[in-house]
């Protein structure tokens, strides 16, 4: 897919302490591959550190992270990266979302919180995302759960950066189970909620200081 397009790319891969034989297989390819790198974790560490090593990890000017559920499929890249032109981060929001009732309520509250108490649209900050690299770099993220997403969105909002979406049609889960609602994930990315919400109101308390000292 790539190899064609005339795009300068590389690809990273994470193998998060997979039992199936998935780093094997990754390994392999990565010795057909020049482009590919292959990582592999000590164990599963999750979705959040996966996705925050692989940014870390990206050296081109553009990040496109995609998990490998194939609920997304990569391809769409290539519609995305016209975009780049005019927006600094492209969402590939979900236009039809394979989910339960209660999966879809959280979803809805996700996306709402950062409207409510940032004023920031993430539009659909779980979904895979063509990203500026140098917005990964600058901005050091409190969040320790998958509000991560978000909360990069709210800052990037906050410094100017062009962020839309363009709705993609997915696919459901092929692989693995769901573990997005798990009562201890969604405890602790309400608990984010409320660390970005105090660094924010530090950082603008600090500036209206500034503004009102004597000189």
Request: glycine share 6%; net charge positive.
């Amino acid at each position: 897919m790539m190899a064609g397009s005339g795009v300068d790319y590389e690809i990273l891969v994470c193998n998060d302490g997979s039992t199936d034989g998935t780093g094997q297989v990754a390994e392999a390819c990565a010795a057909e591959l020049p482009n590919l790198t292959v990582f592999h974790n000590r164990g599963n560490r999750g979705i959040r550190y996966t996705f925050e090593f692989l940014y870390s990890r990206a050296r081109k000017d553009y990040v496109f992270l995609n998990s490998t559920d194939r609920q997304w499929e990569t391809v769409i890249v290539l519609d995305m990266l016209p975009m780049t032109a005019d927006w600094d981060i492209i969402i590939a929001s979900r236009s039809d979302k394979q989910y339960g009732l209660r999966r879809a309520l959280i979803s809805k509250a996700f996306n709402l919180v950062p409207r409510l108490l940032f004023g920031t649209n993430t539009y659909d900050a779980g979904a895979v995302k063509l990203v500026k690299r140098e917005i990964i770099d600058r901005f050091s993220l409190v969040s320790r759960s998958p509000f991560s997403e978000a909360e990069r969105l709210i800052y990037a909002t906050r410094a100017g950066y062009r962020i839309t979406e363009r709705p993609v049609k997915t696919a459901a889960r092929r692989t693995g189970r769901e573990k997005g609602v798990k009562v201890d994930m969604l405890c602790s990315a309400i608990l984010d909620v409320f660390w970005v919400w105090y660094v924010l109101a530090r950082q603008s308390c600090s500036r209206d200081k500034c503004r009102t000292s004597p000189r």
